[in-house]
Nanobody
């Protein structure tokens, strides 16, 4: 199974910013739509954002629209999630995954295939 690696999590105060990165060392992400997901222990995993393989199409869950930006640099084999104006309710483990559905598909968040190990984001004063 393909392995992705997330990084960039940490502790930040409310209103602060973090940028998460998702990369893979053993395969190219160029041909994959990629999703960012988050999960709080005891709660269902939530699809946060996705990006098409070309990077031209993006989608966000309503709770992060206007605050988070997903992007990709295929030359660096990396997908980013820029998170601004962070709120305590953004606290979760964040995962990236390759998607078996197009990002434009309404079911994209149900199509995670190859996952990373996650990175913890904690928003607290």
């Amino acid at each position: 199974q393909l392995q992705l690696v997330e990084s960039g999590g940490g502790l930040v105060q409310p209103g602060g910013s973090l940028t998460l990165s998702c990369t893979a060392s053993e395969f190219t992400l160029d041909y994959y739509a990629i999703g960012w997901f988050r999960q709080v222990p005891g709660w269902e995993r939530e699809g946060v954002s996705c990006i098409s393989d070309s990077g031209y199409y993006t989608k966000y869950v309503d709770s992060v629209k206007g605050r988070f930006t997903i992007s990709r640099d295929n030359d660096k084999n990396t997908i980013y999630l820029q998170m601004n104006s962070l709120k305590p309710e953004d606290t979760a483990i964040y995962y990236c995954a390759t998607l078996k559905y197009y990002c434009s598909n309404a079911m994209w968040a149900a199509g995670g295939e190859s996952w990373g190990q996650g990175t913890q984001v904690t928003v607290s004063s």
